[in-house]
């Protein structure tokens, strides 16, 4: 069972079983563990079905297709090196499981924790199991996303958030860096494909560019990976609960970037600029973290700073570029997994069971908690470097290599010492940890009185610290094949030769070792007692990483308010101002350098009956630009005659189908603004009679005067010069000529629209349907103006007439004044109706079609309304705009997925010739039920525009009486 | 003609244009309206100008010279309905912030003179 295609599952298990955790209730902790347990555990068995395979040297590979022209395919490769990631993922990731499962209280969202962790796992696995740069690039930005969820887990807890948001900028600012690096790395060899990267060694570390990318790579692997500078989020996250920092701050987030640099090792190390960068770095993290952990008060605190410094090390280890120093590095990334976890999980159980994680309250616990005692001791004897620990066999590896010559510069010298020193902290900080936490006098004044974890929550410890002891005192049998696995497949023929036995006979690393040791613990009995004393290290603790953090931030966001106040206006007036100078000036660029000049077509002959129409429509034109502030209605009719001349140039340019929709479409928007112009305030007066407008208004009057006439002019310039070219040959003749043969229809535009770019029309109607949501929402919460409420004048005084006359009833005078017209409008109703199913039926081969055909559907419904008034219409007929728009939709949906049916795309079309009786044979496109569901959500999303906004005027009585809510008047 | 249409386009985008620069929503809404005009028989223009030769096909095979272009009309055809639709959200919009800041300007609330 090593299907490649197993790798997909192991990749989408975690996300799958997030989403179901998502799903489970809040407080479902032992149905939401066990998942995320199963999840862990199912990978893990799949993946280390995987091992035969890779042992014997090969790697899987599973590509699938995706934008190949762009180099992205969704390629998943798996080799030793990643295998030996993802058992560290999925393993840990279990126990992690199960340790959270009693960690966490019942009463905090648990569903929630393990939906995060387990999306995090897959995240993680996404990252070490992509073939494809890019690829890997995304899921490290997952890797970011979930850590910052997981760490303001507490959400209610300040430093949670702070940690949190810290954790995710300084990440996510490494991962843009990252990203332009790969970018970088993927333009120099010509490929994201990690296998071609890996094969590209030469080329990249020859290339201009190679300088860039390995410094944008590294800022990210640095941010990812905790170093120096950028160290100073790992202990902020420490808010997070103890599961995540046991998972994500030990063994697997913060290892991503020395994942990325062990895999690209083999192609950007060995020059120069890698060696000082990445050395460098890694020595003064190792130290930093080292020293700063010393005078850590807080448990977490201290093996925060201890993960920092062991970091360094990995680091430091590949900074120096040799294969012995590579495998040292993977091989104390696995030890430092196992060992810091388990230190972690037992921090938390010590937190949890007494009530605080700090030192200086901490004592004797050993007699309370002996099992937790005994295995945190090992774990941290493993940090420490002690023998017969996996610790030290890795720790023995990087002191010998410190011993080699790598460089020739003054870093070869002093690296030995400054290697021994960093030990000397580590076993320091260590004896602390074991000293002032287990052994001593039993502790007073605890929250809680200590007691020993539960029996599942040590179990993962306890696996993990038998790893610990296994991997250092049977290293040859245990971790041997697997690590020699990993080592061969990153360094393939530079692979050297490496012993992992425990006793080389006495050497210089051995002699570096025991004056750690010694050291540390001698240091430790001599001042030991005064370290509790400090609340932040000496020498480096006044730098302050979170300060320049929060300084840099600071900064930025001044920054950007300064830009938006230089630069923005809230002022629309303006923005459209300048979007239109904006256009004006990118319109007339290139006649400046080409020159204007009208085309060699000839004019076609001026008709003056076109002529006599477009004076008609540019005098009305002008007029209602005129009259539009005080004259509204009169304005609403000047551009109506504008909209009916457009309507009929259309007719007489060759374009019936959109004469006929500008018609009708003409004719719902007059009615929609008529609905509109009832809820605007009522004229202002001038404010500023014609002889006392101050000089600024002219200014600015005359300056919109201009930019207006330049905008008009041009566009004519540009107009004209177009249509005296001859057309470019386009699309359309493709269309004019496969109409009939490929659309079944011989209407091209209505082909067009249903057929060969249907898809488009799909969209089409889909943003339909959402404006008419949205007006329809909008409106239900819609408050009208405190003076519009008011019953307008006329029905005031039809309602005074009425109610004078004893035989009248309020309402009878528009109901007779109107009732000619009525009786004639409801006899429209099912004309107009035959009249839009008749446009809609032949729209495939006349004009017509389903956006004609929706529109006559929905003046039908509005000319009903008009006549008998809202009221009277709702008691006889009811249009439910909303199952029309959703029919509609579903109907285009339907139609086009059928064409899956038959394995072709999405909205496909079918025709065929159907014989009827008496009718002949009519021509039947699937276009046509396309066209119904455009038709539909058409007539859903007029009829819902309008009937929403002609409800107000029937719901604004209720809303002057002061103790009813207008937005809760919904009709 | 074709001098005609470009002055027509030019007329409609000129008013189209001082309409959007007014500080009163309800002239903003028509400036919109005309300009949609505009575009849209600019966007026809572009298919050049033809007369009697509307692009409905015989059922044989069809000689595209024959007909006007179709592409700017299906475009156009789309756009019409599509601008009822802004239009409509715009109204509402400004009818709903009218009703919230009590003034029909533009950025609900007077200029400074």
């Given at each position: 069972m090593t299907d490649a295609r197993l790798l997909l599952i192991i990749l989408a298990l975690p996300f799958l079983g997030s989403l179901g955790a998502a799903f489970l209730p809040t407080r479902g902790r032992n149905r939401a563990a066990l998942l995320a347990g199963a999840v862990a555990l199912v990978g893990l068995v799949l993946a280390a079905g995987f091992y035969p395979v890779l042992a014997s040297g090969r790697a899987v590979r599973l590509v699938i297709p995706w934008l190949s022209t762009l180099g992205l395919d969704l390629t998943l490769r798996l080799n030793g090196f990643s295998w030996l990631f993802s058992i560290l993922i999925l393993g840990i990731g279990g126990l992690v499981v199960l340790y959270a499962r009693y960690y966490l209280?019942?009463?905090?969202?648990v569903s929630r924790f393990f939906a995060f962790l387990m999306a995090f796992m897959g995240s993680m696995l996404g990252m070490v199991l992509s073939g494809n740069l890019i690829q890997i690039a995304f899921f490290w930005e997952m890797t970011s996303l979930f850590s910052f969820l997981l760490i303001g887990y507490w959400h209610h807890n300040q430093s949670a958030r702070d940690g949190a948001r810290m954790a995710l900028v300084v990440t996510a600012f490494g991962g843009v860096c990252l990203l332009v690096g790969f970018v970088l790395l993927g333009h120099i060899v010509g490929s994201y494909d990690v296998d071609r990267v890996l094969d590209a060694g030469d080329l990249i570390r020859g290339h201009a560019l190679y300088l860039p990318a390995l410094i944008l790579i590294l800022i990210g692997a640095f941010t990812k990976s905790a170093q120096?500078?950028?160290?100073?989020?790992l202990p902020h996250a420490m808010a997070a609960p103890t599961p995540v920092s046991a998972y994500l701050h030990s063994a697997t987030m913060v290892k991503a970037g020395i994942y990325v640099l062990i895999l690209l090792w083999p192609v950007l190390a060995g020059t120069e600029s890698w060696y000082l960068i990445v050395t460098t770095t890694g020595l003064v993290t190792l130290l930093i973290g080292a020293w700063a952990a010393i005078f850590q008060q807080d448990l977490k605190g201290l093996l925060a700073y201890s993960t920092i410094s062991h970091l360094g090390l990995i680091t430091l280890l590949l900074g120096l570029g040799s294969p012995l120093a590579a495998v040292a590095a993977i091989f104390h990334t696995v030890n430092h997994a196992t060992f810091k976890a388990s230190l972690f999980m037992a921090a938390g159980i010590i937190d949890h069971e007494t009530g605080t994680r700090d030192l200086r309250k901490l004592s004797g616990l050993a007699r309370f908690m002996p099992i937790t005692a005994t295995l945190a001791m090992v774990a941290a004897a493993a940090m420490a470097g002690v023998p017969l620990l996996n610790g030290f066999l890795s720790k023995e590896m990087f002191l010998a290599e410190a011993l080699e010559t790598h460089s020739g510069t003054v870093l070869d010298s002093i690296l030995p010492v400054l290697a021994t020193l960093a030990s000397v902290f580590s076993v320091l900080y260590s004896v602390r940890f074991i000293h002032q936490t287990f052994l001593g006098p039993p502790p007073v004044e605890l929250p809680h009185e200590p007691r020993e974890a539960p029996r599942w929550m040590r179990f993962p410890i306890e696996i993990l610290v038998l790893i610990c002891l296994l991997v250092g005192i049977i290293p040859a049998l245990t971790i041997g094949p697997f690590l020699a696995t990993a080592v061969q497949s990153v360094l393939g023929g530079r692979t050297p030769t490496y012993s992992l036995a425990?006793?080389?006979?006495?050497?210089l690393p051995l002699l570096m070792s025991v004056t750690a040791l010694v050291g540390g613990t001698g240091l430790y009995l001599l001042f030991g007692a005064r370290l509790n004393g400090f609340s932040q290290s000496p020498i480096?603790?006044?730098?302050k990483g979170r300060r320049t953090f929060e300084i840099v931030l600071a900064a930025i966001i001044d920054g950007a308010r300064v830009v938006h106040r230089i630069s923005g206006t809230k002022r629309l007036q303006v923005q459209l101002r300048l979007l239109v100078v904006t256009a004006i000036i990118v319109g007339v660029l290139p006649f400046l350098n080409v020159g204007y000049s009208r085309g060699p077509r000839p004019d076609t002959l001026v008709d003056p009956g076109f002529a006599i129409l477009w004076m008609l429509a540019g005098a009305s034109a002008i007029g209602a630009a005129w009259q539009a502030k005080f004259h509204r209605l009169a304005a609403l009719v000047l551009i109506g005659v504008c909209g009916l001349v457009t309507c009929l140039s259309f007719a007489w340019l060759s374009a019936p189908d959109l004469a006929l929709t500008q018609l009708l479409v003409e004719i719902v928007t007059l009615v929609l603004l008529l609905l509109g112009l009832r809820w605007l305030p009522k004229r202002l007066p001038d404010r500023w009679p014609e002889a006392h407008m101050p000089f600024t208004v002219y200014f600015r009057r005359g300056g919109d005067l201009l930019l207006a006439l330049a905008g008009g002019g041009g566009i004519a310039a540009i107009a004209y010069a177009m249509m005296t070219r001859d057309a470019p040959h386009g699309l359309s003749r493709y269309f004019v000529e496969h109409a009939y043969s490929g659309g079944g229809g011989t209407n091209v535009v209505n082909v067009i629209l249903v057929d060969f770019r249907a898809f488009d029309t799909y969209g089409e109607i889909t943003v339909l349907a959402i404006v008419a949501l949205t007006v329809f929402t909008l409106l239900r919460r819609f408050r009208p103006a405190a003076e519009s409420i008011e019953l307008p004048e006329q029905q005031r005084q039809q309602n005074a007439f009425d109610d004078a006359r004893e035989d009248r009833d309020r309402g009878d005078t528009v109901r007779h004044y109107l009732l000619v017209p009525r009786v004639l409008m409801e006899w429209l109703f099912p004309v107009i109706l035959t009249c839009a199913l008749y446009f809609l039926v032949r729209g495939h081969d006349l004009p017509g079609g389903g956006f004609a055909a929706g529109v006559t559907a929905s003046i039908a419904i509005i000319v009903l309304y008009m006549a008998s008034g809202t009221r009277s219409v709702e008691m006889r007929l009811t249009v439910q705009p909303v199952q029309w728009i959703s029919a509609g939709l579903l109907c285009a949906t339907a139609t086009g997925m059928a064409a899956w049916l038959f394995?072709?795309?999405?909205?496909s079309t079918h025709f065929r010739y159907l014989d009827l009786p008496i009718i002949g044979a009519i021509p039947m496109a699937s276009a046509l039920l396309f066209d119904i569901g455009v038709f539909a959500v058409v007539v859903g999303t007029t009829a819902l525009i309008l009937v929403a906004l002609a409800h107000q005027s029937i719901r604004s009585p209720r809303a002057a009486k002061p103790s009813q809510d207008v937005g809760e008047g919904a009709d | 003609m074709e001098i005609v249409l470009a002055l027509a386009i030019g007329i409609l985008t000129a008013s189209g244009l001082w309409l959007l620069f007014r500080p009163r929503t309800f002239q903003v809404i028509l400036g919109l309206s005309l300009l949609s005009y505009a575009v849209n028989l600019f966007i026809l223009a572009a298919g050049r100008l033809r007369t009697d030769a509307p692009p409905i096909v015989g059922k044989g095979a069809a000689d595209p010279a024959l007909y006007a272009d179709p592409v700017p009309q299906a475009l156009v055809l789309t756009a019409i309905v599509i601008s009822f639709a802004t239009t409509a959200l715009l109204l509402v919009v400004l009818l709903a912030s009218r009703g919230l800041t009590g003034t029909d300007h533009v950025d609900g609330e007077e200029s400074d003179p």
């Open positions: 209280s019942s009463d905090d969202p120096f500078p950028f160290h100073f989020w425990i006793w080389h006979g006495f050497s480096i603790g006044h730098f394995g072709y795309p999405f909205l | -």
